[in-house]
């Protein structure tokens, strides 16, 4: 069973991400660490003694679907309940609406911690709060005072609805369409799907939040606008009013996180009897800059499903560790009792656990430090405000990407070191797995991170600020040599030749992108991507292990410098000299 790992969560928002100095600094108000402490360590028993126990439930039962109305798996409505009553949807919302206003950084701590629990669960929040960042930065005052005190207390709850069946990563091809009502709201006609918490029963109401295009919108992207449109129209004085024309259609059968209905949703077709067609929404933002206002709820979403990956992969590997503890097999050279040896003693699964807690706690580093970014990107002002924000972009591919993939390797290794009884559904290690391979695919698929990284975030400041970024990281390696502390072995020679690398990496792709030459770009993003995820790693670990020189942070430091760093070597070939064979050999797939 899971157990919310509060110590290290708050070690590494403190002491890695940089929490600790922006308290310091007075940019984050009258934070203290006292209540950060308080607030990590209340997260954590919710997460463990109340998410964590209905996850099973979650996945055996799901959601399911019985004339147009969602029920969810049993004891999820009321954990809910508990969940909001608790003010956790309120942690990071902003304080006019009812939000505590806390920073991003322990809004995203928690968030890693409901998702160990049960990501099905973790993963509804996450979308009314991207609703509410939009709505907060776009819409109407009236939108605003109607709809944003119920999303940020959680009473409602909100939807994201971009993907159609011919629209997926590319919305150029978008076809919902909204029409003008006459008296300032719209009429929506169209099909979303694959929609999660499209419908269900945890809350009254729902907002979704949905793109659509006008009728003399330009064609592409810049024509869709965004609407809000909630399931029941609210009457005047402020209660649930008439149904409005939208409703779930189907749920999908999936792979994992069977908890979290996936919904077909269906705008305007003549559901609701006593209204004229449409489902009736109102113009969030200006008229045909929807997709703007939408990438206002995708970054934040972004990390939050990054954070899905550092969630399962944590969930796995405690599980792992526990099963290599207790199950027996074979002789070992440190084991001294009767019989056969726990599995732990065995060096290959010892690769396997310290591969999986290193993996788990680069990814959190990254995460982490991006919500930094965010928070202080909001919290400044002037050139430093724009710091923040360039390297909030920057980190923000990589953290979903590398992350969700990690979720994806992790909960992979931990079915491997429970041997036969990781493909049996009974130890929960399967079902890890199942649910994190959803990650790598929603949110915008890796591969278009990882081409968003390169074509656009190598560019930022004229290239300048991923150089700044790289510097920062060569620095964990003097870290190192000033510290004299033996443990580290040669781990600062292995940084410096990752950082060497990851410059040389991105310097080819910085030349290849001002010359035009696209396609070899494009054709080295993924493996960019994960040089760049694994070298900052490595400054990430060196930089918790110098903040408290414990002997463990500086073993398994030591071990990612020995045994996982050299893949970015290899990673950096496949950049710099991968191209040219890949779009050749490509070129027989075309047919
Ligand atoms: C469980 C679940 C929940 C979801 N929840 C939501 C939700 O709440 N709201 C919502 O709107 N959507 C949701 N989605 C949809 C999800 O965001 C999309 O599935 C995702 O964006 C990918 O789109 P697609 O499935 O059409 O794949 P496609 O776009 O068809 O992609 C197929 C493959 O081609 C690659 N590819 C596509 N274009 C390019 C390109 N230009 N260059 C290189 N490679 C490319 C992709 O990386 C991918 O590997 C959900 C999906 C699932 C399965």
Same mark, same amino acid.
């Given at each position: 069973?899971?157990?919310? =790992? ?21 940019l ?16 954590g ?34 954990l ?5 009553d ?28 409901w ?6 669960f ?17 819409a ?6 109607? &709809? ?20 997926? %990563? ?9 029409? =003008? ?11 979303k ?54 409703? #779930?259609g ?39 800059r929807?997709?703007a ?14 954070? +899905?990956? !550092? ?11 526990? &099963?290599a503890?207790?199950? *027996? ?5 440190? &084991? ?30 990254? #995460? ?17 405000? *724009? ?23 992790? %909960?992979?290794?931990?079915? +491997? ?42 560019? +930022? ?20 040599r000033?510290?004299?502390?033996p ?7 292995? !940084?410096?030749?990752a ?57 398994? #430091?030591?071990?990612? #410098? ?16 991968? %191209? ?12």
């Amino acid at each position: 069973m899971y157990r919310a =790992p509060v110590d290290e969560i708050a070690f590494t928002l403190k002491h890695v991400a940089g929490l600790e100095k922006a308290l310091e600094s007075g940019l984050l108000g009258d934070l203290s660490q006292d209540l950060v402490d308080a607030i990590l360590s209340e997260a954590g028993r919710f997460a463990t003694e109340e998410v964590a126990p209905l996850y099973r439930a979650g996945d055996r039962q799901g959601a399911i679907l019985k004339d147009a109305a969602v029920t969810t798996p049993p004891g999820w409505k009321e954990l809910y309940r508990r969940w909001i009553d608790g003010g956790w949807n309120a942690l990071s919302g902003p304080p006019e609406h009812g939000g505590q206003g806390l920073p991003l950084m322990l809004g995203i701590a928690a968030l890693e911690m409901w998702n160990s629990g049960a990501m099905a669960f973790g993963i509804g929040p996450t979308l009314t709060m991207g609703a509410v960042e939009a709505l907060e930065k776009h819409a109407s005052e009236e939108l605003k005072s109607t &709809y944003l005190a119920k999303l940020v207390s959680g009473e409602w709850m909100g939807t994201m609805n971009l993907t159609e069946p011919q629209a997926g %990563s590319d919305l150029n091809a978008l076809k919902t369409r909204a029409e =003008p009502a006459g008296d300032g709201a719209y009429r929506i006609f169209g099909t979303k799907i694959f929609i999660t918490y499209g419908e269900h029963d945890f809350t009254d109401n729902i907002v979704h939040m949905v793109l659509a295009r006008l009728p003399d919108a330009p064609a592409g992207t810049r024509g869709i606008s965004l609407f809000l449109v909630p399931k029941f129209l609210m009457k005047a004085d402020g209660s649930l009013g008439q149904r409005n024309d939208v409703f #779930c259609g189907g749920l999908e059968h999936k792979l994992g996180i069977h908890g979290s209905p996936t919904c077909t949703m269906i705008y305007g077709d003549g559901f609701a009897k006593d209204q004229p067609p449409g489902a009736i929404g109102w113009l969030v933002g200006e008229e045909n800059r929807g997709l703007a206002a939408m990438f206002t709820m995708m970054n934040n979403a972004r990390l939050a499903v990054g954070i +899905q990956g !550092v969630a399962i992969a944590e969930t796995a590997t405690q599980k792992a560790l526990a &099963y290599a503890r207790e199950r *027996r097999q074979g002789k070992a050279a440190t &084991y001294r009792g009767d019989g056969m040896a726990p599995i732990v003693h065995h060096p290959d699964i010892k690769r396997d656990l310290l591969t999986m807690t290193a993996l788990t706690r680069v990814a959190r580093s990254i #995460c982490y430090a991006l919500a930094h970014a965010i928070d202080m990107a909001r919290a400044d002002d002037g050139e430093a405000a *724009r710091h923040w924000l360039e390297r909030a972009n920057l980190l923000t591919p990589v953290a979903k990407a590398f992350a969700t993939d990690t979720g994806v390797a992790v %909960s992979s290794i931990g079915v +491997q070191v429970h041997g036969g009884m990781g493909f049996i559904e009974e130890t929960g290690a399967a079902s890890l797995y199942r649910d994190a391979r959803i990650a790598p695919i929603y949110e915008g698929t890796n591969g278009i991170q990882a081409i968003d990284l390169v074509s656009r975030k190598l560019l +930022q400041s004229d290239g300048e600020h991923v150089l700044g970024y790289i510097a920062e990281l060569g620095e964990s390696a003097a870290g190192i040599r000033a510290s004299e502390l033996p443990g580290f072995g040669h781990s600062a020679e292995a !940084v410096d030749k990752a950082v060497a690398d990851l410059l040389e990496s991105t310097q080819f792709l910085q030349e290849a992108l001002k010359d035009g030459d696209i396609e070899p770009a494009l054709a080295g993003a993924t493996p960019y991507l994960r040089q760049f995820a694994l070298t900052a790693g490595a400054a990430y670990l060196v930089n918790a292990a110098l903040a408290d020189e414990a002997a463990e942070r500086i073993a398994l #430091c030591r071990f990612y #410098c020995d045994n996982l760093l050299g893949e970015t070597a290899a990673l950096k070939e496949a950049v710099v000299g991968g %191209s040219e064979s890949l779009l050749k050999a490509g070129a027989a797939l075309l047919g």
